[in-house]
């Protein structure tokens, strides 16, 4: 059983920066990619950035230039920082550790971006 925590989220102005922290349980996480997904109230749940066991990563486009995903892996840790935030970026942001039929969820973490 993995679990995920996530961290770091607030209110923050357009503009400003946050990092995001999720911490995994289990001896498992150095081998799978992990991911951080969003879901914006009204909207459905979307990928955000994506990180190989490797460390190879990948955004969606509205995040690119903007967003930076990185894991320390002795760290059991995954991290999502975020600058030049907009508020269109207000969600709640999930770690995700896509294994299995479901794969595992953190709880979520709140990010505003708000004046």
């Known amino acids: 059983q993995v679990q995920l925590v996530e961290s770091g989220g607030g209110l923050v102005q357009p503009g400003g920066s946050l990092t995001l922290s999720c911490a995994a349980s289990?001896?498992?996480?150095?081998?799978?990619?992990m991911t951080w997904y969003r879901q914006a109230p009204g909207k459905e749940r979307e990928l955000v950035a994506a990180?190989?066991?490797?460390?190879?990563?990948n955004y969606i486009d509205s995040v690119k230039g903007r967003f930076t995903i990185s894991r320390d892996n002795a760290k059991n840790t995954v991290y999502l920082q975020m600058n030049s935030l907009k508020p269109e970026d207000t969600a709640v942001y999930y770690c995700s550790l896509p294994l299995g039929e479901h794969g595992y969820w953190g709880q979520g973490t709140q990010v505003t971006v708000s004046s």
């Open positions: 990180i190989t066991s490797g460390g190879i990563t």
């Open positions: 289990g001896s498992i996480f150095r081998f799978y990619a």
